[in-house]
């Protein structure tokens, strides 16, 4: 997608040596999500050049993202031609079903073991903003920050791939409780309960994050990207599988540090 095609969906991409910074740039709204935009964030994945290591996502002004546009849930308030999720009631289980899963690639790609994603969360991140936040790696908060996952006020349930990673992070029950009730959890509980790296003054959370990307490049990348690889199927499979995985990864890096080490590796 070229800059102007993703300024119209309200993204903003920046690519510096190996990092991406992603900005929801809908300021004037708390960057509320569309639709285009789910269709562009999964265009803009897609797109990034093999070099990049590190993806953050940041919203623009004070908040992260205060959910979906409301305007997409109104069949009068969406400007013609829109493409709006009320467009849905007219479909079929099945093509509702395969448009979700279309929007839900804008969040999946993400996960891609080839980088670490981070969410740099200031203000709000409510509904779809929550679940945005939850498909990254990890997550840094400002210490005014707060998460709500909305849905269920709305008599709707996350199905922007939310659920699975808030369950990872904070167990069957803490999640539900977050869901049913909708209430917000700021960044001090987020951070207690593992939602959260951590909470930083809103003036510290460049710098924290630059911090961490810096980390995060700094070892060989092949190493990086295997280890997500490894922690992302740990809790799938037994331990004589992931047993096996980490055997697989640890010769495929063997092989690839044989250069330099001046080892020529078998065939």
Same mark, same amino acid.
């Given at each position: $997608?070229?800059?102007?095609d ?5 993204? &903003? *991409?920046?690519l510096t ?5 992603v900005?929801?740039?809908r ?8 639709p @285009? %935009?789910?269709r562009?964030?999964a +265009?803009?994945?897609?797109?990034l050049?093999?070099?990049v290591r590190?993806?953050?996502?940041r ?11 409301? =305007? $997409?849930?109104?069949?009068g ?11 849905m009631?007219?479909m079929t ?5 395969a448009?979700i899963?279309?929007? +839900? ?5 993400? &996960?891609d073991? !080839?980088?670490?994603?981070i ?5 709000y ?7 945005? #936040?939850l498909?990254?790696d990890l997550?840094? %908060?400002?210490?005014d920050?707060?998460?709500?996952m =909305? ?12 659920? =699975?990673p808030?369950v ?5 029950? !803490?999640? *539900?409780?977050?869901? @049913?009730?909708?209430? %917000?959890?700021g960044a001090?509980e #987020?951070?207690?309960?593992? *939602?959260?790296?951590?909470a ?6 460049d ?5 961490l990307?810096?980390? *995060? ?6 190493a990086v990207?295997e280890?997500?690889r490894l ?11 992931? &047993?096996?995985?980490e !055997?697989e990864?640890?010769?495929? !890096?063997? &092989?690839?540090?044989?250069p330099? $080490? ?6």
């Amino acid at each position: $997608m070229t800059p102007d095609d993703l300024a119209a969906a309200g993204l &903003r *991409l920046d690519l510096t040596d190996n990092v991406a910074t992603v900005t929801l740039d809908r300021p004037e709204v708390r960057n509320a999500q569309t639709p @285009a %935009m789910w269709r562009a964030l999964a +265009q803009a994945g897609e797109a990034l050049p093999p070099h990049v290591r590190v993806v953050v996502v940041r919203g623009s002004g004070h908040s992260f993202s205060a959910g979906l546009d409301r =305007k $997409m849930l109104d069949p009068g308030a969406a400007p013609e031609g829109t493409e709006s999720v009320v467009d849905m009631l007219s479909m079929t289980d099945e093509e509702m079903s395969a448009l979700i899963d279309v929007y +839900q690639q804008g969040f999946t790609w993400l &996960r891609d073991p !080839r980088f670490i994603s981070i969410a740099a969360v200031q203000g709000y991140a409510i509904g779809a903003g929550f679940q945005l #936040a939850l498909s990254c790696d990890l997550r840094v %908060m400002t210490e005014d920050a707060q998460f709500s996952m =909305k849905e269920s006020a709305l008599g709707l349930v996350p199905d922007l791939t939310g659920t =699975k990673p808030l369950v990872e992070a904070v167990g069957y029950s !803490r999640a *539900l409780e977050i869901c @049913a009730t909708a209430r %917000m959890v700021g960044a001090a509980e #987020a951070v207690d309960i593992g *939602l959260a790296l951590t909470a930083v003054p809103a003036d510290r959370l460049d710098a924290t994050v630059a911090d961490l990307v810096a980390a *995060l490049t700094a070892p060989l990348a092949g190493a990086v990207s295997e280890t997500k690889r490894l922690l992302q199927s740990a809790g799938a499979v037994d331990l004589d599988e992931q &047993r096996r995985l980490e !055997r697989e990864a640890q010769a495929r !890096r063997f &092989r690839e540090l044989a250069p330099l $080490m001046g080892v020529q590796p078998a065939s």
